[in-house]
């Protein structure tokens, strides 16, 4: 535990902005944080939650995972995802639409889902877990016009032009200050939500199963799982989420491997005030990277890939 702390300091007081770092040993039971409960934006990564109370309003048959949903255009959001993309009129059923979300981030599938299950209903479930630095306030929509200062109402292919053209965000209000309506979650909060599914503690055991299964085909893979083997006897599987708004870079998740199982969480806010500063947080990925297969070493005799 102690080489796995060391890297963590160490790679924490390494950044320009800040980063949360938690990590936690599913066999053992040992974890340590970095700013494990100071509030971090978390971009997509708030679609966890979400996810955690679709599946509880399931259980509670408010409603149905088969329902149909017909997508609309005013469904439609800008940003990651395929709906965007696709003519209006397509039908899916609930759990689609879940594995878009959470597979490929996708946007509009987000806030299809979000309106569907109320967000004071996500916020309910929220504190019922104890999550004391987590919001899941807002839609993918309202989180990236608001601090691009569009209007709610704009239409979308108006707003993708102005994203589009606009050199940078104007209002970071969003990415400074925790403590507004907001998509946040602290080092902490996503370690008990990934621990409570994973040890199938919350909803039902058949729930947090399909949870797993879906959150499995995440297909952002830049960040934990990217220098850990992919195949042969050493493959891991690596159930997770990530988020990516300009500064922001997430990835919080679990990974398998044939001899450990753990929780790691990394959210970071690149975020240094300076208005020249034109890095997104695309250009973190590889902080993060190296964050994971060195904790990766940690735990294993045979390392994974060179840097």
Same mark, same amino acid.
């Given at each position: 535990m102690e080489k796995i702390i060391e890297v963590m300091e160490r790679h924490a007081a390494g950044v320009t902005g800040k980063i #949360?770092?938690?990590?936690? $040993?599913?066999?053992? #039971?040992?974890?340590?944080?970095?700013?494990?409960?100071?509030?971090?934006?978390?971009?997509?990564?708030?679609?966890?939650?979400?996810?955690?109370?679709?599946? =509880?309003?399931?259980?509670?048959?408010?409603?149905?995972?088969?329902?149909?949903h017909v997508l609309k255009r005013t469904d439609i959001s800008v940003g990651s995802g395929v709906l965007s993309n696709l003519t209006p009129g397509l039908s899916m059923c609930i759990k689609d639409y879940a594995m878009l979300m959470m597979a490929l981030s996708d946007n509009t599938a987000t806030d299809i889902i979000h309106?569907?299950?109320?967000?004071? =209903?996500?916020?309910?479930?929220i504190e019922r877990l104890g999550l004391k630095n987590t919001k899941a306030d807002m839609t993918c929509r309202e989180l990236l016009y608001t601090p691009a200062g569009i209007p709610m109402n704009t239409d979308v292919?108006?707003?993708?032009?102005?994203?589009?053209?606009?050199?940078?965000?104007?209002?970071?209000?969003?990415?400074?200050? %925790?403590?507004?309506?907001?998509?946040?979650?602290?080092p902490r909060d996503m370690m008990t939500m990934f621990s409570l599914i994973y040890n199938k503690e919350i909803i039902t055991p058949e729930a947090c199963q399909q949870? %797993?299964?879906?959150?499995?085909?995440?297909?952002?893979?830049r960040r934990i799982p990217l220098y850990l083997p992919k195949r042969g006897p050493r493959k891991v599987r690596v159930i997770h989420k990530t988020g990516t708004i300009e500064y922001i870079c997430?990835?919080?998740?679990?990974?398998?491997?044939?001899?450990?199982?753990?929780?790691?969480?990394?959210?970071? $806010?690149?975020?240094?005030?300076?208005?020249?500063?034109?890095?997104?947080?695309?250009? $973190?990925?590889e902080i993060l990277a190296l964050i994971s297969r060195d904790i990766y070493n940690c735990l294993h005799k045979e390392p994974a890939a060179a840097e």
């Open positions: #949360g770092i938690g990590f936690k $040993n599913f066999k053992t #039971g040992e974890e340590y944080y970095v700013h494990g409960d100071e509030r971090f934006p978390t971009a997509s990564a708030f679609k966890v939650p979400v996810l955690i109370e679709l599946f =509880n309003q399931a259980h509670e048959k408010k409603i149905s995972l088969s329902d149909m309106r569907l299950l109320g967000r004071d =209903n996500i916020a309910a479930t292919e108006e707003a993708q032009k102005i994203f589009d053209e606009m050199d940078f965000i104007k209002d970071y209000k969003l990415i400074t200050d %925790m403590n507004i309506p907001n998509d946040i979650s602290s949870m %797993m299964d879906i959150m499995e085909q995440c297909e952002g893979n997430a990835d919080c998740g679990i990974v398998i491997t044939p001899e450990q199982t753990y929780g790691i969480v990394m959210l970071y $806010n690149g975020f240094t005030g300076d208005p020249d500063d034109k890095r997104s947080a695309y250009d $973190n990925d």
